[in-house]
């Protein structure tokens, strides 16, 4: 189930690349277009503004990091929030993690799953904003909602909070976030508890914005730009999986299947191991970004650790780094990676005869993961 939530982002998503226009079958992609970008709206979590266009959505998820608490020069326990200021000697030390999506049909912000749907939504609008007329707005506003929470999230240079929510008990009660009563437990990743993939894809996320913003609000683009050079360089200084640092919390519902690196060799002093995908997929955006040659040297020397597994989705980037990569000419036409790519596009194209794919009937995208269910 969790690989069929995760696949309906990643589709939503695809459908902001499709030109609006009627497909085969009369399909009208205009209109899916503009549901997909609402879908959005849907899933918001926080203080919802007065543009939200779901009416029957409310606003939830207001103390979302109080969770990590208030502490005093005394070090006693803080009274509630809404009651600080009338302590002069308390200090106001909470973390605000408010707003950003709920995943799928639960109450939970995954930060892995939430900073890789900001990353393909962004790479849509970069693509293809040109063609999505009055929904470009509304698909900038998906993308500010998600990294307004993901600048919260990183706000601390020494971490990063990965996820709000306890799982467990909010997959125990199905209920209304407006009306959730589950606790809001914050996870968190930092140096001694690392997770690069989800910080590197966070600084992925980042840094794609931060293109899709530059021509509208320098300002903001900047300051996404900033932070996404602060993340990437904490998630490749403290390599590590969040599989290990934040454990069943996050297994049991976005496990990292596909690593943060590959073992490449034993050596004398033990295993030599490469930077993989959610790495060498931020050093791509990041250089698109920046156009900072460290960057792209970063991807030239570790995209070779990457598989060609045949789906890009949130657990493995592979496929999109090796499309992303050739399209914008990060690495040599001539070497591997334009190969690669040429392979995952003839698994996609629905009359190539190493289609690897299903598609749902009269739809002109892939279902991905069809076959992994």
């Known amino acids: 189930m969790r690989r ?59 103390h ?17 929030r ?16 408010v707003g950003g999506y709920y995943d799928a049909g639960d109450n939970i912000k995954f930060g892995f799953p939430m900073a890789f749907t900001t990353t393909v939504l962004s790479w849509s609008i970069v693509e293809f904003g040109r063609y999505m007329g009055p929904q470009l707005p509304y698909a ?43 606790p809001r437990t914050v996870y968190t990743v930092d140096a001694q508890k690392p997770g690069s993939e ?42 590590g999986s969040y599989n290990l640092s934040v454990g069943k919390w996050v297994t049991e519902f976005y496990c990292d299947y596909s690593g943060y690196q590959r073992v490449l060799v034993l050596g004398m002093h033990g295993l030599i191991c490469g930077p993989q995908d959610e790495l060498v997929w931020a050093a791509a955006w990041m250089y698109k970004a920046t156009n900072n040659r460290y960057y792209r040297d970063y991807v030239a020397d570790n995209i070779q650790n990457l598989y060609n597994v045949g789906e890009f989705g949130w657990d493995d980037k592979s496929s999109g780094v090796y499309v992303f990569v050739t399209k914008n000419s990060i690495v040599p036409h001539s070497s591997n990676p334009q190969e690669m790519a040429d ?24 279902v991905l993961y069809s076959k992994f269910n």
Request: charged share 20%; aromatic share 12%.
């Open 140 to 182: 900038r506003d998906a993308v500010r909602w998600a990294t307004d929470y993901l600048l919260k999230a990183t706000a601390d240079p020494t971490r990063i909070h990965v996820q709000v929510g306890d799982p467990f008990a909010d997959h125990a009660c199905w209920e209304r976030p407006e009306d959730m009563d589950t």
């Open 198 to 239: 989800v910080a590197a894809e966070t600084a992925a996320a980042l840094a794609a914005a931060s293109i899709v913003f530059k021509s509208v609000d320098r300002p903001y683009a900047a300051k996404l730009l900033n932070r996404s050079i602060q993340v990437f360089g904490f998630a490749d200084a403290h390599r």
């Open 343 to 366: 392979g995952f596009v003839c698994a996609m194209l629905p009359e190539s005869p190493s289609r690897t794919v299903d598609y749902s009937p009269g739809a002109s995208f892939p």
């Open 64 to 80: 979302d990091g109080d969770e990590i608490g208030v502490t005093s020069l005394s070090r006693r326990r803080a009274p509630p």
């Open 82 to 97: 809404p009651h600080w200021s009338a302590f002069s000697s308390w200090r106001r030390l909470w973390v605000d993690l």
């Open 4 to 62: 069929v939530a995760a696949g309906f982002f990643f589709v939503v998503a695809m459908l902001l690349s499709l030109q609006p226009a009627f497909g085969r079958g009369g399909h009208d992609y205009a209109d899916a277009l503009e549901k997909s970008i609402l879908f959005f709206e849907g899933q918001r979590s926080g203080k919802l503004p007065p543009s939200q266009r779901m009416g029957w959505r409310g606003d939830s998820g207001l």
